[in-house]
């Protein structure tokens, strides 16, 4: 069993800041790549930011130069620093991962989603 667990949503003003944090447990042989999808009410869900493991980055165009993704390989856990955050923000946020479990298998995992509002 692998589990992915959020932390850090919350309730903030525009242009304030949040920090996400997941972390990975369970029968881990490895991470590859370790990200972080957001969704919002009546849209899809799409790509925030993405790490992996030589620690490669990529970013949606709306979100450069305002968010930051890091990851800790040794602790299997991967963080969010949001700056500069916009009503258009707001959204459930879910981290991901594509694994090798202990059993060889190759599977991607999805955490429960933390909220993010901003909103004056």
């Known amino acids: 069993q692998v589990q992915l667990v959020e932390s850090g949503g919350g309730l903030v003003q525009p242009g304030g800041s949040l920090r996400l944090s997941c972390a990975a447990s369970?029968?881990?042989?490895?991470?590859?790549?370790m990200g972080w999808y957001r969704q919002a009410p009546g849209k899809q869900r799409e790509l925030v930011a993405r790490?992996?493991?030589?620690?490669?980055?990529n970013y949606a165009d709306s979100v450069k130069g305002r968010f930051t993704i890091s990851r800790d390989n040794a602790k299997n856990t991967v963080s969010l620093q949001m700056n500069s955050l916009e009503p258009e923000d707001t959204a459930v946020y879910y981290c991901?991962?594509?694994?090798?479990?202990?059993?060889?298998?190759?599977?991607?995992?999805w955490g429960q989603g933390t909220q993010v509002t901003v909103s004056s």
């Open positions: 991901n991962a594509d694994l090798k479990t202990s059993a060889m298998i190759l599977r991607n995992y």
């Open positions: 369970g029968s881990i042989f490895s991470i590859n790549a």
């Open positions: 790490i992996i493991s030589d620690g490669r980055t």
